[in-house]
């Protein structure tokens, strides 16, 4: 685990410290067995051609988990997510070079919680926002 | 000229219908399995010593998991307790995102019952011609009635 950050050390417009990933075929085929989500078009060439999609894709809610762990390891384990969304504009294919990270929107506190707020997303090998979301979390003070 | 609603009678009925509950029990083994699907290596979702140092009674869930794909205990017996069910106007559909809000870690140990109901239905004029977004919110309760997670999904058919 990276080391634990705090509200006060947190600047807008800063970025969320990037997590890479790459997905083999094998790894989908093991997110499909842990998540329960079997639709072939994840492991099963001759069902994604025959879907116009140009191979196997990644699946969605491995991108939403990938981006949910990006914040974990983010707030750090006195921190909290909250809240994120993730919208699934384009589609990703294994074997590209994967970088989730994002940008600090706003910072408060609101109660006892010391909240941040940013805008993440999941960008391919050619730098493209495939997969863009916010977030809503809250980090430890040091008061 | 705009094409007529696609949005029927039916859909608006079930807006906002719960469902009966879905009830699992949150297992470690799953978690381990799903963690590692992930390539997420934090103790807290597979050393259950380190995870009760940190005051947990046991692994927690990494976020993003989905207890309502886990085997269920119980599942509503009646088709119709199952939450309400329309004709979607399209054969093509697609999963256009999630929303997670989390209230408490979901630990191993848990016992969760969970219920859906459709949030929204809305239609926009895209470039194919008429898209359906329907919003499926999925809200889910500890073993104290204690509300864990909601999510969110969006599903556009077109």
């Known amino acids: 685990m990276a080391e634990q950050r705090y509200w006060e050390d947190i600047e807008v417009d800063a970025p969320v410290p990037p997590l890479m990933k790459n997905a083999t075929p094998r790894q989908l085929v093991q997110w499909a067995g842990a998540s329960g989500d079997y639709y072939e078009i994840h492991y099963h060439e001759k069902t994604a051609l025959a879907n116009m999609l140009p191979g196997i894709i990644v699946h969605g809610a491995l991108k939403g988990a990938w981006l949910g762990q990006l914040l974990s390891d983010w707030v750090g384990e006195k921190g909290r997510v909250k809240k994120y969304s993730v919208s699934y504009r384009s589609m990703d294919v294994p074997g590209d070079s994967l970088t989730l990270t994002g940008k600090v929107t706003k910072k408060y506190v609101d109660g006892k919680d010391h909240v941040v707020e940013a805008e993440i997303w999941l960008q391919n090998g050619k730098g493209e926002k495939t997969t863009p979301g916010t977030a809503v979390v809250v980090f430890p003070s040091k008061k | ?158």
């Open chain 2, 1 to 158: 000229m705009t094409q007529g609603s696609v949005i029927t009678d039916e859909m608006k009925k079930a807006i906002g219908v719960e469902s009966e509950p879905t009830i699992v029990l949150i297992e470690k083994e799953p978690i381990r399995r799903f963690a590692a699907a992930i390539g997420d290596n934090n103790p807290l979702y597979r050393d259950e010593e380190y995870a009760k140092k940190l005051g947990y009674r046991s692994i927690i869930a990494p976020p993003g998991y989905q207890p309502q794909y886990s085997f269920p205990i119980k599942v509503p017996q009646m088709r119709a307790e199952a939450g309400p069910r329309f004709r979607l106007p399209f054969t093509r559909n697609l999963n256009g995102g999630d929303e997670y809000e989390f209230f408490q870690p979901i630990q191993a140990g848990d016992v969760l019952s969970i219920t859906r109901r459709l949030g929204d239905v809305y239609e926009r004029d895209g470039r194919m011609g008429k898209m359906l977004f329907t919003i499926n919110e999925t809200v889910f309760r500890n073993q104290k009635g204690e509300i864990v997670l909601i999510m969110r999904g969006t599903g556009i058919s077109y």
